[in-house]
């Protein structure tokens, strides 16, 4: 089972690789195709998709001192539509606007993981898209598969 500071550890790997990213893109890079599902997205959109979501450990652990176990159900929710807006939002963003949007949100879920107990992160939680386990798991899951799996995407 993961800690805490496989969390925190998880979250820093991320910015890190972000940091390296944002510093060797060029214009170009991030104008190029990246992303092929949800009507496609080239690097620079993907990106904004990043920053949408980059605050959402901090949400789930809110969520999960709350008592919940996985996000409520919300029917009639279209995750591509709510994607697809949170790029829009962001697209007319600078690069480095956007980059430090996540970065700022990496630094609130490092602050929020330190100010958690180990008795909240060992409690179930679910992803959105399937795998289950304690929080800190699911966590270090999140950056793992979603935000450096997007990363990746980005081809640079």
Known sequence: MAGKQD?????RDAQKELER????ANDQAWRKQAHTTEG??????LLCHIAATSNIPSMYIGMVKQGNESLPARPGFNLNEWNAGNVSEREAKSVDEIVGEIAANHK???ETLEATDDATLA????LPWGPQGPLADMICT?????EM???KELGI
């Open 7 to 11: 969390a925190i550890n998880a979250v």
């Open 21 to 24: 990213i944002s510093q060797t």
């Open 40 to 45: 496609g997205w080239n690097a620079k959109q």
């Open 108 to 110: 609130v879920n490092i």
């Open 123 to 126: 409690r179930p939680w679910k």
């Open 142 to 146: 999140w950056y793992q598969v979603h």
């Open 149 to 151: 799996g997007h990363l």
